[in-house]
């Protein structure tokens, strides 16, 4: 049975929560791999509406179990908060479970995350605030503090104190900010651990025996490829890789095991925070995508950067991920457009490239190249199978599978579940 790897091929924001919540119907394990508590990722289902950020998007399905991986770093409090409330919304959170080797993320960690990027002044990258960067960059030096380790009480309250003391020394010495206090730390995340204890394990143990036993394993993405810290547009980016083989490392599962890789691609661009987007349309067409699509972050708030498919970064994309199949969503956004445009290379110093650049500098002087096709000027929320779609709609999928070099399986025309077309099978 399959293992499907759903990643985001864009900046992130393209609707995998929803992808994951349709596909999960038919899935046995769901497991997050990658982010922390930046991501937001909403479903709409029978269910009501849904603003996910820790919490994996399957934890609507019955009978799938969902885990938070290794690769995830875990805000104890927001999680908690986020199973609240999905707790008073009558969801069953009894089949979450958490890697015991996903990092956490301390106070300090939130702290250091808001000073340093104060102090990037106008080079400020827009994290948002919620202190990742600082956690990964802890587990990357061995300096971090793992799930696990709130089950194991003398060897937390021994390793919070030292690194506390030089925590305190970067947050009074660099930035002049007030010390923050191990015992209190130490309570607080003592009382997280009793409460999560029952759900922290060894992940990998349980996604073996799913493999073993012959079942359906989604693996869900967080952000998306362009903002991955090797292959997205550094240092305007994430912490930890939101690509396909990000999804083998922070779920512990074997790269040989991936057997589909689908790319969740809205049908333009969007951005949040700096850094370079070359199809941004800075005018009236990117404002009606923004308000008819209501393009503000889950997680932030911030007005989305809109703008036209980005075929050279949606190849580069492709190319880092080993697509099997696309997502292509948000489709019914562009039904009102006269004229519909794709972005199929970029003029830079004169020259035409075709690939998507590793230089910031030269990427923020890309112009595009567009193709102009036809828009279809009729809605089409209420269509359910591709053949229904009007002429000139199916006319520019067919062109985005042309250009990128991947089928799309589904077309999503729609927030809900069922506005949904599956153009080729999944599953």
């Not at 885990?67 to 969801?91: F, H, R």
């Not at 089949?95 to 993320?105: E, M, P, Q």
């Not at 015992?183 to 992940?203: F, N, S, V």
């Not at 110093?349 to 595009?368: R, V």
Request: net charge positive.
């Amino acid at each position: 049975m399959p293992v499907i790897a759903v990643i985001g091929a864009q900046w992130g924001d393209e609707g995998k929560g929803k992808v994951v919540d349709l596909l999960a119907e038919k899935a046995d394990v769901v497991a997050r791999f990658s982010g922390g508590d930046n991501a937001g990722h909403t479903v709409i289902n029978s269910y009501g509406e849904f603003k996910l950020h820790i919490v994996p998007s399957g934890i609507f399905s019955p009978k799938a179990i969902c885990i938070i991986g290794n690769g995830v770093v875990v805000n104890p409090k927001a999680l908690c908060q986020e199973l609240d409330m999905l707790k008073q919304k009558g969801i069953a959170t009894s089949g979450l479970r958490i890697s015991d080797r996903a990092h956490i993320i301390m106070p300090y960690h939130i702290l250091l995350d808001g000073m340093e990027e104060a102090s990037r002044g106008g080079k400020a990258i827009g994290t948002t605030n919620k202190g990742i960067g600082p956690a990964f960059a802890d587990k990357v030096a061995r300096n971090g503090i793992r799930m696990g380790d709130l089950l194991e009480k003398p060897a937390f309250k021994e390793r919070l104190r030292l690194i506390i003391e030089q925590k305190n020394l970067i947050l009074t010495r660099i930035y002049g900010a007030s010390p923050v206090s191990s015992e209190q730390i130490y309570d607080e995340y003592m009382e997280y651990g009793k409460r999560l204890a029952p759900d922290i394990c060894e992940t990998t143990a349980i996604l073996d025996e799913a493999l073993r036993a012959g079942k359906v394993v989604l693996l869900e993405g967080a952000q998306g490829t362009l903002l991955d810290p090797d292959f997205g547009t550094y240092p305007y980016g994430t912490s930890s890789s939101p690509i396909s083989s990000g999804a083998s490392l922070g779920s512990g599962i074997s790269p040989n095991k991936i057997t589909r890789v689908l790319g969740v691609f809205k049908v333009y661009c969007t951005r949040v925070g700096a850094g370079p987007m070359p199809t941004e349309l800075k005018d009236a067409t990117g404002d009606l995508i923004r308000e008819r699509a209501h393009e503000y972050g889950t997680t932030t708030g911030r007005p989305r950067r809109c703008g036209w498919f980005d075929v050279v970064a949606a190849k580069f994309s492709h190319r880092v991920n080993g697509f099997t199949g696309m997502a292509l969503t948000r489709f019914d956004i562009l039904d009102t457009l006269p004229v519909v445009k794709v972005c199929t290379g970029y003029k830079v110093d004169g020259k035409t490239i075709y690939d998507f650049p590793a230089s910031i500098a030269t990427l923020e002087k890309c112009e595009p190249i567009y193709e102009e096709l036809p828009g279809w000027q009729t809605s089409t929320c209420n269509i359910r199978k591709f053949k229904d779609l009007p002429p000139k709609a199916k006319k520019y999928i067919n062109r985005l599978e042309e250009l990128v070099g991947c089928p799309a399986n589904l077309i999503c025309v729609g927030p809900a579940r069922e506005q949904t077309i599956e153009k080729s099978p999944i599953l």
